[in-house]
């Protein structure tokens, strides 16, 4: 994946979006029962929901092909699912991602709506955070109206009928994982506004975290395969505001430009890291930062993984990796 992105950006910092639409592997969701991870027992539908079209604001909704378990009338969480790719590329309809929302979905279980949000060079920072709130805030108001208990009484066959909203997730992987973080700031701001959908996890896989300063972990690894330092500031580069540093708060959370956090009611959050990754020492800092400002956070690190090893189910730590977000989602659900 990293040879094919270098092959779509110009030396201009523009990107061949012709040349990687012709070379990118999609799937569709059409609505039909598909397999989840080899296992024809779990299965789960998809479906494509257009929000803007002016700006290409749409998502592609998971649902477990199955009734929720528990008492009647509870429902699935929904988690909402944000890609990587550096902010500039891949969609829902990347296979790796398409894929790796099939699984949260049958494997959770849970409803998942994967957004495709704005990419940079074209839209820069803040397109993608504010297209993350706006998805939150469409699933908050997916319902005809509100029962008693807070819950949403959605029209019979509607795309949210099995969804229990007041068990919000926001996901995300890579540069998904930062948009977790500034999206979930912005939510906790306005929660208010949202209810009766509560988040109450965030889960940063590998988030893209960064600064001025070079950590250990980019220098020890800076030439890995898919994320190495120099592709990183590239993509710090085209998607920050013009003449902006790598020290800019959506990039740098922990410095002293940073939003204050400390009296948000902020969810839990699960930040998970890859022994191989350059960018583990960043992930651990903002794992350090969330502790400081009083933040429930857990930190789950595989030695032995490299950037992106959850989108790989043959091997022993993607397995491991769900079977930690499935313990996670239900301690945060309870």
């Given at each position: 994946m990293g040879s094919l992105m270098d092959l779509c950006r110009r030396e201009n910092g523009t990107v061949n979006r012709r040349l990687l639409n012709l070379l990118e592997q999609k799937s569709t969701a059409n609505g039909k029962p598909e397999i989840v991870n080899g296992d024809p027992e779990t299965t789960v539908k998809g479906r494509d929901v257009t929000l803007d079209p002016a700006k290409n604001l749409w998502v592609r909704v998971f649902t477990p092909d199955r009734k929720p378990d528990g008492l009647p009338g509870?429902?699935?969480?929904?988690?909402?699912?944000?890609?990587g790719g550096g902010f500039v590329f891949m969609s829902p309809k990347s296979r790796p991602y398409h894929d790796l929302c099939k699984r949260f979905s049958g494997e959770m279980p849970a409803i998942v709506v994967s957004v495709n949000y704005r990419l940079a060079p074209e839209n820069r920072f803040p397109a993608p955070y504010d297209d993350g709130v706006e998805v939150v805030r469409?699933?908050?108001g997916a319902g005809k109206q509100f029962g008693d208990d807070g819950k949403l009484v959605l029209e019979k066959g509607g795309l949210f009928e099995t969804a229990d909203t007041s068990r919000c997730f926001l996901?995300?992987?890579?540069?998904?994982?930062?948009?977790?973080?500034?999206?979930?700031?912005?939510?906790?701001?306005?929660a208010a506004?949202?209810?009766?959908?509560k988040?109450?996890?965030?889960?940063?896989?590998?988030?893209?975290f960064g600064g001025e300063e070079r950590l250990p972990s980019e220098l020890k690894l800076k030439n890995m395969p898919l994320v190495?330092?120099?592709?990183?500031?590239?993509?710090?580069?085209?998607?920050?505001p013009e003449n902006?540093?790598?020290?800019?708060?959506?990039?740098?959370?922990?410095?002293?430009?940073?939003?204050?956090?400390s009296e948000l009611d902020f969810p839990a959050s699960l930040v998970v890291i890859g022994g191989f990754d350059p960018l583990q020492d960043?992930?651990?800092?903002?794992?350090?930062?969330?502790?400081?400002?009083?933040?429930?956070?857990?930190?789950?690190?595989?030695?032995?993984?490299?950037?992106?090893?959850?989108?790989?189910?043959?091997?022993?730590?993607?397995?491991?990796?769900?079977?930690d977000l499935k313990a996670f989602i239900e301690k945060c659900s309870q």
């Open positions: 509870s429902g699935f969480p929904v988690i909402v699912f944000f890609h469409w699933i908050a996901v995300g992987d890579s540069a998904g994982g930062n948009i977790v973080h500034h999206v979930g700031r912005r939510i906790a701001e306005e506004e949202f209810l009766p959908l988040v109450v996890g965030h889960v940063l896989l590998q988030p893209f190495s330092v120099d592709r990183a500031d590239w993509h710090w580069k085209v998607f920050l902006s540093d790598r020290d800019h708060p959506a990039c740098n959370v922990s410095s002293p430009n940073s939003p204050d956090i960043w992930q651990r800092r903002i794992f350090e930062w969330l502790k400081k400002n009083g933040k429930v956070v857990e930190l789950v690190e595989f030695p032995k993984a490299f950037h992106g090893f959850y989108g790989f189910p043959e091997i022993p730590e993607a397995n491991q990796f769900f079977l």
